[in-house]
């Protein structure tokens, strides 16, 4: 089955800066690639994903890149607010309703 | 609001007992799961349902009993509760491969 490894497991910087969160996924059969933010004492909200077809995709502050052939992926935001701070997943799925698989999580802490 | 609503937020049992999480979701989707989340934040799928069938079964005990009257509605039930089955259980519903929609999460405290 499929394995998506995340790291690192924590994050922290200063208000303003970027922070990169980066994952490895196994099966090559996966192309669904969706990004959760998790608040305290909430679900986790989508906040961006990415298909195969497609290499980078942003959204304001948020990115994410795709590398099909080195199996990885990984979440940027820029200019980083205190209300990003959360645990981010990343997750992969071969699409339709196959199973997705979550990394561990990634908690980032935006210090003001 | 259109949103997926589970039901109680929150839940304290004593091992031994039976207990029910519901889920409902008015978004139109067609697939609905339950996630467990542990101590350590890894989240596990446990079940899904598209339009009431059932399409995802991990292993899970055969305690836990998912139940869909309709695509709109899924719930667990579980027997005879565990101390480790303690944890965060997250509902979720999607419209074919587009992400999910989580409920926010029923805490379920087994002492």
């Known amino acids: 089955g499929e394995n998506v490894e995340q790291h690192p497991s924590t994050l922290s910087v200063q208000e303003g800066d970027s922070a990169v969160i980066k994952c490895t996924y196994s099966?090559?059969?996966?192309?669904?690639f969706p990004w959760y933010k998790q608040e305290l004492g909430k679900g986790p909200q989508l906040i961006i994903d990415i298909r195969s077809n497609v290499g980078e995709k942003k959204d304001q502050r948020i990115a994410v890149t795709l590398n099909k052939t080195a199996k990885h992926f990984s979440l940027h935001i820029t200019e980083t607010q205190p209300e990003d701070s959360a645990v981010y997943f990343c997750?992969?799925?071969?699409?339709?309703?196959?199973?997705?698989?979550f990394g561990i999580g990634t908690k980032l802490q935006v210090i003001p | 609001d259109t949103a997926v609503s589970q039901t109680p937020k929150y839940l304290v049992t004593q091992m031994g007992n039976d207990k029910s999480i519901k889920c409902e979701q008015n978004l139109g989707h067609d697939t609905m799961y339950w996630y467990k989340q542990d101590s350590k934040k890894f989240l596990k799928i446990m079940f899904s349902y598209n339009n009431k069938e059932l399409i995802i079964n991990e292993t899970v005990p055969n305690r836990f009993s998912p139940k869909s009257p309709d695509k709109a509605h899924l719930n667990l039930h579980i027997n005879s509760l565990e101390l480790g089955d303690s944890a965060v259980y997250f509902c979720a519903s999607s419209q074919g491969s587009e992400g999910y929609t989580f409920g926010s999460g029923t805490r379920l405290t087994v002492v």
């Open positions: 997750a992969a799925s071969k699409g339709g309703y196959q199973k997705v698989t």
């Open positions: 099966d090559s059969a996966s192309n669904y």
